[in-house]
């Protein structure tokens, strides 16, 4: 039997859980200047630093050895035209942590009443994420708001967490503050913990913790089938989607939506594929973006590669490397949605 990792799941749901509780607060308090342009022009707020620095605070406290690949670095808040939003997110870290300690939490992680950071603490934390990944060992993966355009419009964003030992993922947590307990019943309200230990199966947890379900892929047929997808267009390319659905005879339209949600919701029978294909050269994907969401998959009982049926290398770095696109589904449905995408591929190059 594979090892439980049941510390590791405890400490992982707990942090994504605060992280949770951050974020959703601070969209509804989140004003003009809080929101920077990182490098490559991609937004980041003031909840993803926070929640960075609750995450790793916490990993610190609870498995002090373990490096950390995080996708946020402090270098922007360390200067000082940076200081109005180091202030911001030092008092919400701290909001986070110093939470009244929930069943199954533990004092030991620095969280409770009373554990407040100096502020060098929570952006050195922050910097804690800066580990270059690897093939050996164990590592953190911290996304700490994934699909920051979907927490601005105030849709879907996830908080993703994972543990990679040797290159393989041993446990996935997703928390998803806006995404329905169950699309068909309103009434139960938003917000969901994903959770995937590898041998062990996946579940989907409310946000305090409560109802843990177990998850399992149900089979499609191509009248039941739907991609999930992207909003951006530029993250994943929209028309290859729409090639290799008609090439399956599928009717139904895409699910677009932000963030690692999309493999929440496959993972418990919404869509039934998510397909991710590059929209130029040059973007390679981050392991931030994939590890939790791949395990997930796997463990109710679907299949996760790339566009060429090979599976997704955590262990390159911090990317996965040369990027062939993702490929996510049942196993039956994954073997006739990479058919499709090779034969739509084969098109594309016969007509260029
Ligand atoms: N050109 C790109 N291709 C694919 N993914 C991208 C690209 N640019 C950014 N991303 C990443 O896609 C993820 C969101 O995916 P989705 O569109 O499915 O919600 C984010 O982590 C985002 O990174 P970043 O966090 O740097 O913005
Ligand atoms: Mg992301
Ligand atoms: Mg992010
Ligand atoms: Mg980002």
């Not at 062939?324 to 049942?330: F, M, N």
Request: charge should be negative; aromatic fraction near 6%.
């Amino acid at each position: 039997m594979s090892l439980t990792f049941a510390t590791e799941k405890q400490v992982a749901v707990a942090a994504v859980r605060r992280a949770c509780l951050l974020t959703s607060s601070v969209f509804n308090k989140l004003v003009k200047n809080e929101t920077l342009t990182k490098g490559d022009k991609s937004p980041v707020t003031v909840g993803d630093y926070s929640a960075q620095a609750v995450i790793s605070t916490i990993l610190q406290h609870a498995f002090p050895a373990d490096p950390i690949v995080g996708e946020e670095d402090a270098a922007d808040l360390r200067v000082d035209s940076g200081a109005n939003l180091r202030d911001r997110i030092i008092t919400l870290a701290n909001e986070a942590l110093t939470g009244e300690l929930e069943l199954g939490e533990n004092s030991e992680w620095g969280i409770g009443p009373g554990q407040e950071k100096t502020a060098a603490e929570l952006l050195d934390a922050i910097d804690r994420g800066n580990h270059s990944g690897g093939s050996t060992g164990r590592m953190w993966t911290i996304d700490p708001i994934d699909g920051t355009k979907g927490f601005l419009r105030g849709e879907q964003y996830a908080v993703c967490l994972s543990l990679i030992v040797n290159a393989q993922v041993q446990v996935g947590v997703i928390g998803c503050p806006n995404l329905p307990v169950n699309p068909e019943k309103p009434e139960f309200g938003q917000g969901c913990i994903f959770v995937a230990v590898r041998g062990h199966g996946a579940e989907q947890m409310s946000l305090s913790g409560a109802h843990p379900t177990p998850l399992r892929i149900p089979a499609f047929t191509s009248s039941t089938l739907s991609f999930l997808e992207s909003v951006e267009a530029a993250h994943s390319s929209h028309s290859f989607n729409d090639q290799v659905s008609s090439l399956l005879g599928i009717t139904h339209s895409p699910i677009r939506m932000d963030s690692q949600a999309k493999y929440g919701c496959l993972a418990r029978g919404e869509g039934g594929a998510y397909l991710r294909m590059p929209t130029g050269v040059g973007y390679q994907e981050k392991i931030w973006d994939h590890a939790p969401g791949a395990i997930l998959i796997e463990e109710a009982g679907g299949v996760v590669s790339d566009s060429r049926g090979d599976p997704l290398n955590f262990g390159l770095g911090r990317t996965l490397g040369e990027n062939y696109g993702v490929v996510a589904a049942g196993k039956d449905v994954h073997r006739r949605v990479l058919d499709a995408v090779q034969k739509a591929r084969a098109e594309a190059k016969s007509k260029a």
